[in-house]
Structures are given as structure tokens and as C-alpha cells.
């Protein structure tokens, strides 16, 4: 898988984790926030150029 | 005093644990297990041989009771053997030693060795839902300040666990354990705002609220939002819990947990330390993630439920150095599920009596816990703390036990000191069926504990020198 699929998949499962991070069960909300958060670093650190 | 929201209505997830069966719950422990041991038959050479000394494999454990009566158990003693054949994780380690990415040791206070532990990252994540999970049960949500007083970092569990478990929640965690003074923390704590959540161990909270006191601070007017207070590492006594709830406007929780838990195996939940009736409470076990046995120490059999008998762990899902039937030291009085009121069919544990099986001392024929002299010691909320120490003079066994009178007593006249420690001495000798010797010292001369307290020396072997 090259590099643009990994950019892909990052951006689906940000889709989902912020599904996730909408979660009511106060023990899950802070997991499904922080594994949305780990998700949105790897996208930003990977980002390479200023385009949107 | 505020009241709790209802963990089970916040979390569907914890309710759906709530909501087993106690067969439900077994079948899921079962499935677990067989997981969690045909995968270390594959990556464990230790686990894969203790699995053929047993005479089982993974595919042939067929129940829990057969798990327990045939799989071996394994000490302190076997670990460091591992690790020292091993180095330095031991032939235990689940996963490749490129996957390890977090490395605990326990604290060293048995003095026999540190067991060291990789965690994987799978591994940390756990340490701190294991940490959250209590917590949360707790009532510590989102956005809520929490002040952690254990000392953060460095290479033990707890020195981490609390960290991540306060990230995981999202609570804003001001770590102030370690490096700051007492004095200095309650400089902070009243700059902040507001704090919801401490979490100490026993000893330190005692510490900080008799700091408080002698500051001429109330902590419940000072921290009015304050609505809870966990401890965990140390057995209290309630008349001691009574009066923290008091101070702290709050109510009191306890967590029972070990590096071999990968954090907390069981918690108070929301109901406190306190159980109906105004005696001890319990600590339910989260068994979903740890298989826990209560044993006697001597023949490995199960403790009836009311006894006290050694806690034996299993992690059912820690990948990095699982613990299967490890035998803690730890020693607490079990309460099976079905005395224990409250609904689920957790099996439990009596809060704040937890001791170890090795720091019992045999003293003039007397099994003596340390536990059981705080207990005698720290009902009388005149002292601040003290020391204990066993020794030989003259081919006699001598026990001293100085204490420190807390700072509300500082204006407290000679025959009042006299009288407080004539008590206290009544009241060990009521615990412990052994008179000591209980004489005043300088809060000075006492040494300070940031953590777990080690009260207690014993010196008579030093008396048999020739």
C-alpha cells in the first residue's frame, strides 16, 4: 500500500472514530476522544503540503 | 455530601458487566483464558512449560476449576529466577522484545528483587482503562480536576498508570506527586480553581489532610467541588475513613491494584468505603479482566467466603508479562458475590483491610499485621503518624512503637499526651494480643512516605550478632 492509500485509510478511520467520540457511555467517551486524537496527530504529522 | 452519578446509567458498557450472570460472567473468564494461554503457548517458553507440567494445552482447558487445580502457580521468587536466567524481561514475555513499549518494575520494598514488566502497546492502553475504569466508576468525568499525588513516572505501574488512566478520561491532571512538597501542593491545590478528584495512597492522604488541618485549612470549605477522594496501597481503619469523609465534605473510595493487575483489579465503585450498616465496605473485583483466586497460603485450596485467604491473579488479556496464577502475598477477606450485596456477580474483597502475607510478624507467639497496629494507631485522630520497631535486648523481645502527635495538638497539656498514648497502647494490645511500647517522638524523627508507608523494622536478628 503506497503512501496516499495510508492518507485514505487515516482519513476513514478519523470518519469513524468520530463517530465513536459522540459515544454517551461516560467509561468509553474519553477512550473513543483519545484514539480520535491519535488519529488526527498521524494525519497532521504527515501532512506535506499547504493545500487542503 | 454530594452525590454520585450512578456508574451503571453513565456507561451501557459497564452495565452490561453489571448485568452478567455469574455463569455468563465464568463463560467469559473461560473464554479468555483459553485465548490468552494459546497464545502464550505459542510466544512464552515459560508459560508453554508450566502448560506441560500441568499436563494441559490451551485447547484442553475444559473449566476454570481445572485451570486452578492443575496449572502451577508462580511466585516472586519464580519470576526473578526467570529474569535472572532470562534477562530482562524472563522466557514469561508474550510478545517480541521489539513490542515492548513501556517497562515497569515493581517498587523493591519486599527487598527479595524487582520484577520487571514490557507492556505492549496494547498493554498501556489497558493500564490506563484500569486505571479509568474505577475512576470513572468514581465519578471522575471530563474536564474534572484531578490532583494525583502518587509520584508520576519512573519505572513502576503506579507511577504511570495514573497518567494514562487521567489522559484516557480527558480529566485536566495536575501530577504533583514526588516533587513537590506538602506544603507546596496545597499552595497549588488552592490556586487551581477548584478540584474535583484526589488520588493518594492511603498514607499521603492522611498526610495531606492533617497538613490542611494544621494550616488552619477545612478542606471541604477550602475545596468545595471536591466529590472524590481514592485511595488505594493500604489498609485504614473507619473510624480514620469517617473522619476523612467528614474533612473532605466527600465521599472516600478505594481501589485494590498491583503492577500484576496492570492496574486496579477492583474498586469500591460509586458506594465508598463504608458498607450498609456502617462497616467495611468491599472492593469488587473486575474479574472480566483478571481471574482472581482466593486461597489459603498453605494448602492453595479456596477460602470460604468471610475468611481471609491469599489473592492469586490471572490476566486474561495482557499480552506483554501476564501473570497467571501468581501468587500476590497480598492477604484479604473474601466475599463471594452471593453475600456480597449490591446487585452484580462480581466476587469481592473487604476495603481497607488488605495487608501481606510477609509482613506479618511473629511476635511473642502473636501474628502481628502492620495493618492492625494502624488500625489501633489511627483511631486516635491526636497522632499524626509513627514509626515501629521489633528488636532483641537481653535475649528479649521488645516492640516500640513512636508516634507524633498531629499539629491540633500542639497546645495539648502533658497528662492529656499521657493519656492518649495509655490508649493507644490499650488499643494495640485489643488488635494484637502484644503490649508494646508506645512512647512520643518529633514529627521529625518520623520518616515521610510519598507512597506506600513502610512503618515497620524489624531488627532482631541484628540482636542474635555474637
Known amino acids: 500500500m503506497g503512501e496516499p492509500d495510508d492518507d485514505a485509510v487515516l482519513r476513514a478511520m478519523r470518519t469513524e472514530a468520530e463517530r465513536l467520540a459522540t459515544s454517551g457511555d461516560a467509561l468509553l467517551r474519553g477512550q473513543y476522544e483519545y484514539l480520535r486524537a491519535r488519529i488526527d496527530a498521524l494525519i497532521e504529522l504527515r501532512r506535506v503540503s499547504g493545500a487542503d | 455530601?454530594?452525590?454520585?452519578?450512578?456508574?451503571?446509567?453513565d456507561s451501557p458498557l459497564l452495565a452490561r458487566f453489571a448485568g452478567l450472570s455469574r455463569p455468563e460472567l465464568e463463560a467469559l473468564q473461560l473464554s479468555k483464558l483459553r485465548r490468552q494461554m494459546a497464545r502464550l503457548e505459542r510466544t512464552s517458553a515459560y508459560y508453554a512449560e508450566r502448560l506441560r507440567q500441568a499436563g494441559l494445552t490451551a485447547e484442553g482447558i475444559t473449566s476454570l476449576a481445572q485451570f486452578a487445580e492443575r496449572f502451577p502457580t508462580s511466585s516472586k521468587a519464580d519470576f526473578l529466577a526467570?529474569?535472572?536466567?532470562?534477562?530482562?524481561?524472563?522466557?514469561?514475555?508474550?510478545?517480541?522484545?521489539?513490542?515492548?513499549?513501556?517497562v515497569n518494575m515493581t517498587g523493591g520494598t519486599s527487598g527479595q528483587g524487582q520484577e520487571t514488566y514490557g507492556r505492549s502497546q496494547r498493554d498501556v492502553h489497558q493500564l490506563g482503562y484500569l486505571h479509568a475504569l474505577p475512576?470513572?466508576?468514581?465519578?471522575?468525568?471530563?474536564?474534572?480536576?484531578?490532583?494525583?499525588?502518587?509520584?508520576?513516572?519512573?519505572?513502576?505501574?503506579?507511577?504511570?498508570g495514573?497518567?494514562?488512566?487521567?489522559?484516557?478520561?480527558?480529566?485536566?491532571?495536575?501530577?504533583?506527586g514526588g516533587g513537590l512538597s506538602t506544603d507546596a501542593k496545597i499552595d497549588l491545590m488552592l490556586k487551581l480553581g477548584g478540584v474535583n478528584f484526589i488520588?493518594?495512597?492511603?498514607?499521603?492522604?492522611?498526610?495531606?489532610?492533617?497538613?490542611?488541618?494544621?494550616?488552619?485549612?477545612?478542606?471541604?470549605?477550602?475545596f468545595p467541588d471536591m466529590h472524590g477522594l481514592f485511595i488505594a496501597a493500604e489498609g485504614y481503619p473507619l473510624e480514620w475513613a469517617g473522619k476523612i469523609?467528614?474533612?473532605?465534605?466527600?465521599?472516600?473510595?478505594?481501589?485494590?491494584?498491583?503492577?500484576?493487575?496492570?492496574?486496579?483489579?477492583?474498586?469500591?465503585?460509586?458506594?465508598?468505603?463504608?458498607?450498609?450498616?456502617?462497616?467495611?465496605?468491599?472492593?469488587?473485583?473486575?474479574?472480566?479482566?483478571?481471574?482472581?483466586?482466593?486461597?489459603?497460603?498453605?494448602?492453595?485450596?479456596?477460602?470460604?467466603?468471610?475468611?481471609?485467604?491469599?489473592l492469586v491473579a490471572t490476566n486474561l488479556s495482557v499480552e506483554g508479562s501476564p501473570v497467571i496464577r501468581f501468587r500476590t502475598g497480598d492477604a484479604a477477606r473474601y466475599v463471594s458475590w452471593k453475600d456480597?450485596?449490591?446487585?452484580?456477580?462480581?466476587?469481592?474483597?473487604?476495603a481497607g483491610s488488605i495487608g501481606r502475607f510477609d509482613d506479618m510478624m511473629k511476635i511473642r507467639g502473636n501474628n502481628v499485621w502492620p495493618t492492625a497496629v494502624d488500625a489501633a494507631v489511627f483511631a486516635h485522630d491526636q497522632v499524626f503518624d509513627y514509626a515501629g520497631r521489633v528488636y532483641t535486648e537481653g535475649g528479649k523481645t521488645e516492640i516500640e512503637v513512636r508516634l507524633a502527635f498531629a499539629d491540633h495538638c500542639a497546645d495539648m497539656p502533658d497528662e492529656g499526651r499521657a493519656e492518649v498514648i495509655a490508649s493507644v497502647r490499650e488499643a494495640i494490645k485489643g488488635r494484637t494480643n502484644v503490649w508494646m511500647q508506645v512512647v512520643e517522638c518529633r514529627r521529625a524523627d518520623l520518616p515521610e512516605f510519598a507512597y506506600k508507608a513502610r512503618r515497620w523494622k524489624d531488627e532482631r536478628q541484628q540482636g542474635y550478632r555474637l
Not at chain 2, 1 to 9: S, V
Not at chain 2, 82 to 102: C, K, M, S, Y
Not at chain 2, 163 to 175: P, S, V, Y
Request: with cysteine; net charge negative.
Open chain 2, 340 to 350: 456480597a450485596a449490591g446487585g452484580t456477580c462480581w466476587n469481592a474483597i473487604e
Open chain 2, 82 to 102: 526467570d529474569q535472572q536466567a532470562h534477562p530482562p524481561f524472563g522466557a514469561r514475555l508474550g510478545i517480541a522484545r521489539e513490542q515492548v513499549a513501556l
Open chain 2, 199 to 222: 488520588y493518594a495512597s492511603t498514607n499521603y492522604l492522611h498526610t495531606l489532610t492533617e497538613a490542611l488541618l494544621g494550616r488552619g485549612i477545612t478542606p471541604r470549605e477550602a
Open chain 2, 245 to 310: 469523609e467528614e474533612h473532605w465534605g466527600c465521599r472516600l473510595q478505594e481501589g485494590y491494584g498491583s503492577t500484576q493487575c496492570n492496574g486496579f483489579g477492583g474498586s469500591t465503585g460509586s458506594a465508598g468505603v463504608f458498607g450498609e450498616g456502617g462497616g467495611r465496605g468491599l472492593i469488587r473485583l473486575f474479574e472480566w479482566e483478571t481471574l482472581f483466586e482466593v486461597v489459603d497460603p498453605d494448602t492453595l485450596q479456596p477460602t470460604a467466603s468471610g475468611e481471609v485467604g491469599e
Open chain 2, 135 to 160: 475512576w470513572v466508576m468514581a465519578g471522575l468525568r471530563p474536564g474534572d480536576v484531578a490532583v494525583n499525588c502518587v509520584p508520576a513516572g519512573g519505572m513502576t505501574t503506579g507511577g504511570w
Open chain 2, 162 to 176: 495514573p497518567g494514562e488512566g487521567l489522559r484516557i478520561i480527558g480529566a485536566t491532571a495536575f501530577h504533583v
Open chain 2, 1 to 9: 455530601m454530594t452525590k454520585l452519578a450512578d456508574p451503571f446509567a
